[in-house]
Each structure stands twice: as structure tokens, then as C-alpha cells.
């Protein structure tokens, strides 16, 4: 089959019939993933553009109706992101600028203006990079993903679409639709690390940390870390080790120039040491698994300050 | 394989035929002959490839010429105004020695532009931010920055004056 731009659908169900008469077809959302990855090789690569199907783009308070969301999203309302909505979109929502403080850094965080204008949040999930700043903020909302195919629609825990390097759950005739999250609480916070050579790099290590205030405690903690593992990765077993903690547990001080330092004698010095364990980073050309380890460590302690300084 | 292509360049309406694994680069150089925009790495890196499309600025190496389809694509060669007069950008990093070997010239200027039709008087660290994808390998960052900030009195003033302004130079 020829390569290049074969179709421009303008909805999902003249999506679902053109892969099914060419499943050779990759989707192109953005491209700013494909393009760069397909570099010189375009004309051997046929494609179908997403960029016209108005239904996947756009952000809106609403209620999933969809089996298993009961289970899933309990919390009823929820803000829906379709896939195909851009990055600078995003960054320009009240709701999410006012709400969603992690997932608006880790949205900045993304490539330079050129690069928001066009990438979408679906296409930063899909290409499944285990740095995709999208995902560990998105982890730590305990967001959901809306799959849809000829057959319908399903809801999956993103947590469970991530299957490996640039691997999902999607089946061959399945597409991303869209993204839920949650509305947060009254007294939540959400704090999101990176770390990058320079600004526009690939995140050699991030953090995105989710609590609610509670009495003084962290109470709801969700933690989830990118680049340091096959896909972004929650760390539920730190979670647990700082659940319910106060200040006073966790053991921060304040060194003399005023950065925070976990006592070695408190419970967040031992959250370091498990989430150090709970990660799996290699070694490639950005940085060192010690170094992602570090990062980590010193991410998590930066966050939980931030928590108690908030 | 080719297919057709309309969208407006430049304020113009161009209808033409592309080939369909075309990058939007391709057709503006080598099917369009407008080698204003120019092409640096290739990977959405660089920047020196910047135009506007409906406005926003975009890498014209990342996008496939038929996704501009309709929409408003927007050179460095559309800037320049009746008479060969330069924008107030163009102007500006004129003024400031805002180029050195050039080369990044082209998509810094779409850059600013970008950023000016959005906020017309932006901080210092609004213009750095707005630069993040524009690489400069002379390292000329200082006068482009302040290039930027000329050019955002001299749009204000010209604003202000109330002039017929940069005739289809605008976004």
C-alpha cells in the first residue's frame, strides 16, 4: 500500500470503517511522535489523520456513562478530555488551570509552544513513552481512559493501558476517545517534578504526587513516577508507607539555607528508600539508573515539603 | 501519490496538487519555491522552520502539507508588507542585530510574531518561554530577546497611531 496522508475522516465511524478496509493505516494525531519517528520514511508509511474528527477534541464537565464506571470513577462527575484536544488547548482551560495544578505543570513541561500547539493529550498517551509527561499526573488523578470501536465503548484504569515501551492495551480496531478525570476536592494538592537536561528534553525522571490535606495528614496520597521504569509507574507501595502521615511523622526539617531534608530517623526517609526499590530505571544516554533513582528520591522528598508548605 | 490541496498562504488562496507524504516544509520550499522557511533539524527541535497556521505557531517539519487543508498558513515571505515595507518584528531585529549568521532568523521572527498576537506586551520571561523551541547555535539570544521587546513598542505605538499598519502582515 502507498504511503502519506490516505485519509482525512471527520468522524469516528468513518474512522472505524477505513481501518477496517486498511488496517495498515497508523492514526496521526498531532504528529509531532510520528513525524519524527517516520522521519524520511513518510511516503512508505500510510497514514490516517485524526485531526478532522471533531468528537475526540474538546474538554467538558460530564458524568461517564459507560460500563464499569461506577467502579472506576465513583465520584460521578468527572472532567472529559477528548484525545484529540491539543496540549495548548489544555493549557488555556480555567478548570484545568484552577484544579489540576500537576497536570498543567507536567502539560508546560511537554516540547516548546510549536510543539503544544499541534501534540495532543491522546497522542502523548498512545505513543506510550514511559517519559510521557502526560501520564503520572494523570496516574495519580486515578484517571480513566474511554476506548471506543465499532463494537462500543469501554473504560479502562489508564494505569492498565500502558503495557510496556510504546505498547498500550488499544486492540487493532480500538482508539483512544478520550481521557476522564475525577474533579478534585475541596482540600486537594497535586505537585509534579521533572528533571531534563535542558528545558525542551525528554524528562530524564519526574514525580507527580496527589493528597488531600486532610487534619494536617496526607490522607489520599497517590504518587506515580515517570522515565524510571518500562511505563509510568504508580508506587503503591510508598503510598501506603505515607499514608495518613503528619509533618512530624514524615520527619522533615529544614536545612540552614532553607531546603527541606528528610530526617534518616523519619517515615519519609524510609518512603525514599521503598520508592528507590519500587522503581525500575535503566541506564541509556540521558542519565544513569543511580541518577534516576536519586531524582526520585530527592523528588519525593521536594513534594511532600511542598505538601506541608501549601 | 498526489492529491489536491487548498488553503490560504500569505492571505492568498493556493489551490495545487502535493505529494501525500509531504511535509508542510516540502511544499513551501520545494513545491512553492518560498525558502524563507528553512530547515534545521528536522525533529521539531530547532525551530527554524516556525510558521503560523491560523495563527498559532507551528513546525512546518512536522506537519504533512495536506493537514494544512483550509487553513491560514503564514511565511516569513508574508510578513513584508506593501512596498517591500518590514514588519515591525522584521524591523526590529534589524535594529537590534537580532541575527547573526540568519538562519534561525526566520523562525524566531515567526516565533515573536506568534507570541505578539497573543500578548502584545509580554514580560521578558514570556518572550525566553515563547523561544523555548527556537534554537540559535550563533547564541544571539540577547539581542533576539530584546529585538522582541522592541518590537512589541513599535506595534503598540503604530497601534496607537492608529496607521494603516502592516497590511496583511498581521497573523
Request: charged fraction near 30%; hydrophobic fraction near 40%; include cysteine.
Given at each position: 500500500?502507498?504511503?502519506?496522508?490516505?485519509?482525512?475522516?471527520?468522524?469516528?465511524?468513518?474512522?472505524?470503517?477505513?481501518?477496517?478496509?486498511?488496517?495498515?493505516?497508523?492514526?496521526?494525531?498531532?504528529?509531532?511522535?510520528?513525524?519524527?519517528?517516520?522521519?524520511?520514511?513518510?511516503?512508505?508509511?500510510?497514514?490516517?489523520s485524526l485531526r478532522r474528527v471533531a468528537e475526540l477534541r474538546g474538554v467538558a464537565r460530564s458524568r461517564p456513562d459507560l460500563p464499569g464506571a461506577a467502579d472506576l470513577l465513583p465520584g460521578g462527575e468527572c472532567l472529559r478530555i477528548g484525545a484529540g484536544t491539543t496540549l495548548s488547548a489544555l493549557?488555556?482551560?480555567?478548570?484545568?488551570?484552577?484544579?489540576?495544578?500537576?497536570?498543567?505543570?507536567?502539560?508546560?513541561?511537554?516540547?516548546?509552544?510549536?510543539?503544544?500547539?499541534?501534540?495532543?493529550?491522546?497522542?502523548?498517551?498512545?505513543?506510550?513513552s514511559p517519559a510521557a509527561d502526560g501520564a503520572p499526573p494523570l496516574l495519580v488523578l486515578d484517571a480513566a481512559v474511554e476506548i471506543a470501536s465499532r463494537e462500543g465503548r469501554r473504560l479502562l484504569p489508564l494505569e492498565e493501558f500502558f503495557r510496556g515501551p510504546g505498547r498500550t492495551s488499544l486492540?487493532?480496531?480500538?482508539?483512544?476517545?478520550?481521557?476522564?478525570?475525577?474533579?478534585?476536592?475541596?482540600?486537594?494538592?497535586?505537585?509534579?517534578?521533572?528533571?531534563?537536561?535542558?528545558?525542551?528534553?525528554?524528562?530524564?525522571?519526574?514525580?507527580?504526587?496527589?493528597?488531600?490535606?486532610?487534619?494536617?495528614?496526607?490522607?489520599?496520597?497517590?504518587?506515580?513516577?515517570?522515565?524510571?521504569?518500562?511505563?509510568?509507574?504508580?508506587?503503591?507501595?510508598?503510598?501506603?508507607?505515607l499514608e495518613g502521615a503528619s509533618l512530624k511523622d514524615c520527619g522533615l526539617v529544614r536545612e540552614p539555607g532553607g531546603r527541606p531534608r528528610a530526617r534518616e530517623d523519619g517515615l519519609l526517609a524510609r518512603a525514599m528508600d521503598e520508592a528507590s526499590k519500587e522503581i525500575a530505571p535503566i541506564d541509556?544516554?540521558?542519565?544513569?539508573?543511580?541518577?534516576?533513582?536519586?531524582?526520585?528520591?530527592?523528588?519525593?522528598?521536594?513534594?511532600?515539603?511542598?505538601?506541608?508548605?501549601? | 501519490?498526489?492529491?489536491?490541496?487548498?488553503?490560504?498562504?500569505?492571505?492568498?488562496?493556493?489551490?495545487?496538487?502535493?505529494?501525500?507524504?509531504?511535509?508542510?516544509?516540502?511544499?513551501?520550499?520545494?513545491?512553492?519555491?518560498?525558502?524563507?522557511?528553512?530547515?534545521?533539524?528536522?525533529?521539531?527541535?530547532?525551530?527554524?522552520?516556525?510558521?503560523?497556521?491560523?495563527?498559532?505557531?507551528?513546525?512546518?517539519?512536522?506537519?504533512?502539507?495536506?493537514?494544512?487543508?483550509?487553513?491560514?498558513?503564514?511565511?516569513?515571505?508574508?510578513?513584508?508588507?506593501?512596498?517591500?515595507?518590514?514588519?515591525?518584528?522584521?524591523?526590529?531585529?534589524?535594529?537590534?542585530?537580532?541575527?547573526?549568521?540568519?538562519?534561525?532568523?526566520?523562525?524566531?521572527?515567526?516565533?515573536?510574531?506568534?507570541?505578539?498576537?497573543?500578548?502584545?506586551?509580554?514580560?521578558?520571561?514570556?518572550?525566553?518561554?515563547?523561544?523555548?523551541?527556537?534554537?540559535?547555535?550563533?547564541?544571539?539570544?540577547?539581542?533576539?530577546?530584546?529585538?522582541?521587546?522592541?518590537?512589541?513598542?513599535?506595534?503598540?505605538?503604530?497601534?496607537?497611531?492608529?496607521?494603516?499598519?502592516?497590511?496583511?502582515?498581521?497573523?
Amino acid at each position: 500500500m502507498e504511503g502519506g496522508l490516505r485519509h482525512r475522516p471527520k468522524t469516528l465511524d468513518e474512522v472505524f470503517r477505513l481501518r477496517e478496509r486498511e488496517p495498515e493505516c497508523r492514526l496521526l494525531a498531532g504528529g509531532t511522535d510520528l513525524c519524527v519517528q517516520h522521519r524520511g520514511r513518510l511516503g512508505e508509511t500510510p497514514l490516517l489523520s485524526l485531526r478532522r474528527v471533531a468528537e475526540l477534541r474538546g474538554v467538558a464537565r460530564s458524568r461517564p456513562d459507560l460500563p464499569g464506571a461506577a467502579d472506576l470513577l465513583p465520584g460521578g462527575e468527572c472532567l472529559r478530555i477528548g484525545a484529540g484536544t491539543t496540549l495548548s488547548a489544555l493549557l488555556n482551560e480555567t478548570e484545568i488551570e484552577r484544579g489540576f495544578p500537576a497536570l498543567r505543570a507536567a502539560l508546560s513541561a511537554i516540547g516548546s509552544r510549536q510543539i503544544r500547539n499541534v501534540a495532543t493529550i491522546g497522542g502523548n498517551l498512545c505513543n506510550a513513552s514511559p517519559a510521557a509527561d502526560g501520564a503520572p499526573p494523570l496516574l495519580v488523578l486515578d484517571a480513566a481512559v474511554e476506548i471506543a470501536s465499532r463494537e462500543g465503548r469501554r473504560l479502562l484504569p489508564l494505569e492498565e493501558f500502558f503495557r510496556g515501551p510504546g505498547r498500550t492495551s488499544l486492540g487493532a480496531e480500538e482508539i483512544l476517545a478520550a481521557v476522564w478525570v475525577p474533579l478534585p476536592f475541596e482540600d486537594e494538592v497535586s505537585v509534579f517534578l521533572r528533571k531534563g537536561r535542558v528545558k525542551m528534553d525528554i524528562a530524564i525522571a519526574s514525580l507527580a504526587l496527589r493528597c488531600r490535606r486532610g487534619a494536617g495528614t496526607l490522607s489520599g496520597l497517590r504518587l506515580a513516577a515517570g522515565a524510571v521504569g518500562p511505563t509510568p509507574l504508580r508506587l503503591r507501595r510508598t503510598e501506603a508507607l505515607l499514608e495518613g502521615a503528619s509533618l512530624k511523622d514524615c520527619g522533615l526539617v529544614r536545612e540552614p539555607g532553607g531546603r527541606p531534608r528528610a530526617r534518616e530517623d523519619g517515615l519519609l526517609a524510609r518512603a525514599m528508600d521503598e520508592a528507590s526499590k519500587e522503581i525500575a530505571p535503566i541506564d541509556d544516554l540521558r542519565a544513569s539508573a543511580w541518577y534516576r533513582r536519586r531524582l526520585v528520591r530527592v523528588f519525593l522528598e521536594r513534594a511532600v515539603a511542598e505538601v506541608f508548605a501549601q | 501519490m498526489k492529491a489536491r490541496l487548498r488553503f490560504r498562504l500569505n492571505g492568498k488562496v493556493v489551490e495545487t496538487e502535493v505529494e501525500t507524504h509531504w511535509r508542510l516544509l516540502d511544499l513551501l520550499r520545494d513545491g512553492l519555491g518560498l525558502t524563507g522557511t528553512k530547515e534545521g533539524c528536522g525533529a521539531g527541535e530547532c525551530g527554524a522552520c516556525t510558521v503560523l497556521c491560523d495563527g498559532e505557531a507551528v513546525n512546518a517539519c512536522l506537519m504533512l502539507a495536506l493537514e494544512a487543508e483550509d487553513r491560514e498558513i503564514r511565511t516569513v515571505e508574508g510578513l513584508v508588507g506593501p512596498g517591500g515595507r518590514l514588519s515591525a518584528v522584521q524591523r526590529a531585529f534589524v535594529e537590534e542585530g537580532g541575527a547573526q549568521c540568519g538562519f534561525c532568523s526566520p523562525g524566531m521572527v515567526m516565533s515573536a510574531q506568534a507570541l505578539l498576537l497573543e500578548d502584545p506586551d509580554p514580560s521578558e520571561e514570556r518572550i525566553r518561554e515563547a523561544l523555548t523551541g527556537n534554537l540559535c547555535r550563533c547564541t544571539g539570544y540577547k539581542q533576539i530577546v530584546a529585538a522582541i521587546r522592541r518590537a512589541a513598542s513599535l506595534r503598540r505605538s503604530e497601534a496607537g497611531e492608529g496607521e494603516r499598519g502592516e497590511a496583511g502582515g498581521e497573523g
